[in-house]
């Protein structure tokens, strides 16, 4: 199994940046596609980047393309979000998820969640 816990949440003015955090205690995280989501209070969670397996991170959402980046150490058991230009629409709490089916933007298809840490722009 895989137990994930975010952190590197906080209040940030807009155009300032944050890195968020995601480590994991599992065995097999290697063996997991990594994924960033974020909900918005009202709003679905959505996907916002991702990892493949091999450490692939090349797949983002067009919303923050640019912007943000991913990225993963499998010697640490860690994934990263680096968030740049960070934007008010960009608040949210953001979560960490492990897929063992691959690399896809489609939450149901991530068995492991973290609880998720809460980013707030203001502009």
């Known amino acids: 199994q895989e137990q994930l816990a975010e952190s590197g949440g906080g209040l940030v003015q807009a155009g300032g940046s944050l890195r968020l955090s995601c480590a994991a205690s599992g065995r097999t995280f290697n063996s997991y596609a990594m994924g960033w989501f974020r909900q918005a209070p009202g709003r679905e969670r959505e996907f916002v980047a991702g990892c493949n397996w091999s450490g692939g991170c090349t797949v983002y959402a067009d919303a923050v393309k640019g912007r943000f980046t991913i990225s993963r150490d499998n010697a640490k058991n860690t994934v990263y979000l680096q968030m740049n230009n960070l934007k008010p629409g960009d608040t949210a709490v953001y979560y960490c998820?492990?897929?063992?089916?691959?690399?896809?933007?489609?939450?149901?298809?991530?068995?492991?969640w973290g609880q998720g840490t809460q980013v707030t722009v203001s502009s």
């Open positions: 998820a492990a897929s063992g089916v691959g690399l896809t933007p489609n939450q149901r298809n991530y068995a492991y």
